[in-house]
């Protein structure tokens, strides 16, 4: 019920924009054609296939716009602001942090001390060979490089900034090696919260509720400001102000993805209508996207778009059931085509691999686990407690709960304790992990899994020092992108832990760069 | 032509809906009145007073004697009250917060914090179950508006992502049993 209201929410301002769109085009030409004025001069602001007229006079300036204040415009602002601009950060939502501040907090790192203590081999070379892999090396390999080559870099900045982080290092789906070390609460805002106390500290101003409409540009194609909407109340496109910020060294955009933008979504990838969920925040939509696309950036793979197979289609957005998934159900357990009662993918293939396997069966996977498999979920009284993972004590009744096929479950759990004992799954070739014991041991717990929305590879081109790549193949001055907004860096596939790493590394860049 | 009719009938009977429901509005909505106490409810509801006519006299009650009755109902008193009327009765006046100008002030968050704390705030929520939404991810310093509002139902913010059931005060819910 909530989510059919988010969706309907989103919905209605798709339909809202697309009326105002045809509603302004069809007025604008119509008063055009009466009075024989330029079109320039009466089209509004909806109808953005025209270039916008530049103010007559601004309302403010300075010299660095940071559009969004996640991970990547944090860090964008304050390497800005060290190196000497003036600084502000524009925020849409009524909060700021973005996902970043929601995000699972995991740092992928080549070659940190932790990996050292423990004797584990890493180097960026590594870590770009894993990134490309996962990418179908459809990744821009200089980007990844500098992902690869600075994430010890970036990883130390943020300890710099007082993050803190467990002792231990998790090994991530995708990765040769543990590498992904997790900040003390599990969570991207222990990031963000530092980085949003280093902005206080240098004097930057985060206006929240300020929604950048436009990119404004002058004729030779420099970004030169924005038009933005002062005490903006999302998703309500008619609330806020109107006013011009003009910047005088450039604009960095760092509006991270577009999982929540349905519409957006759906025309790059059809299959992902409304009836799919996202683990996003509301706000990630893709507006600034689109601008940058009309201002003449490159776009680059935005129909790569990632869907997380290990989210429970019994709760609303990312919620806590992924965790059952992805540390007991896809490790210790397996994971069943309830019609079937047979697996039907590796339980530990790329994100991709499982949520295109998940979704052509056509309905939610049922992963199950015993109680020796569970022993690795940290909150499981509380998913049970939400009832998105369930308990039973025999096989039998879990088939029945979930309408799975007893008998063929049955041979799917006593085949799996087979290939356990052999060492090699027949199957799927899974990988296995050496503490792992046969599902054997009452009580059986069960969750289901079903993909939502959860990463937007795609989006602008960018070279290595964050500019955006106008369709010119040449920078377009004053603009610069880093980011989910940034397309190429992770190819087809993001791996787990690398959106972190990117946004740190870029961020910086693209701050570091705008104030030269 | 009979779809022409069909089509008028049911414009104009859209139309005399729309003016019924805007008609309503106006006979219903209080008026505000910055002279009426916290517990005078007639100054503003007049005819509409929520109060029974059996009730002892609330004209110089307080939200802590109100309470004292109070304790029990389903639900709570501060779950079916708006914010402002709290605020009343607490002795918070519309100018204390609105200031004396006209039109009355914008209310921010600082302004709440010229008599809330946050320790207090923290205090407050600190044995909830679920989470204490004064010190969540996005730590102690957010707008109180996302959740708390004076004029209209107050909404719990954090459920835009989680679900939780625990209730922010003054969602101005439906008085169901009183006592």
Redesign the interface.
Known sequence: M?NNK?NMNTDQIISTSRRTLLKGAAASLGIAAASGLSLNLLTPDSAKAMPPVLPEKWDEEIDVIVIGSGFAGLAAAIEAKQAGASVVVLEKM????GNS??NGGVFAVAGSPKQEAKGIKDSPDLLLKDMLKAGLDMNHIDLVRMVAEKSKDAFEWTESLGVKYQEQITHLGGHSVPRSCSTW?G?G?AIV?KQ?EKVKTLGIEVK?KTYATQIMQEPDGRVIGLKIKEGYKFPDETSGQVKYLKARKGVVLATGGFSQDIYLRSIQDPKLTSNVDSTN??GATGEILLEALRVGATPVQISWIQLGPWTSPD????GIGYVFNAMAGFVYGVMVDPATGKRFINELADRKIRADAIIKTGHPAVTLADSQGVKQVPILDKILAKGVAKKFDTLDELAAAYNIPEKTLKETVSNWNTYLKQGKDAEFDRYMQTDSKPIAVPPFYACRAWPKVHHTMGGIQINTKAQVIGLDRKPIPGLYAAGEIAGGIHGAVRLGSCAVVDCIVFGRIAGQQIAV | MRNLTVKIAVFSGIISFIFLMYAMTLVSAPKQSSKARGSGCSACHEADCKVPADHVDTNAMNLGQCLECHSKDTPKLTHTLPLSHTHRLNGVSCKDCHGNTQPPKLVNTDQCFSCHTIENLLNNTKDNKEANPHNSHYGPELDCDLCHHVHKPSENFCNQCHEFTFIIPSPILKVAKLL
Do not use: C, D, R, T
């Open positions: 909530k988010k009524p909060v700021s942090g501040i929601i609460n969570s805002s919260n949003l929240k925040q509301p709760e609303k957005g990312m």
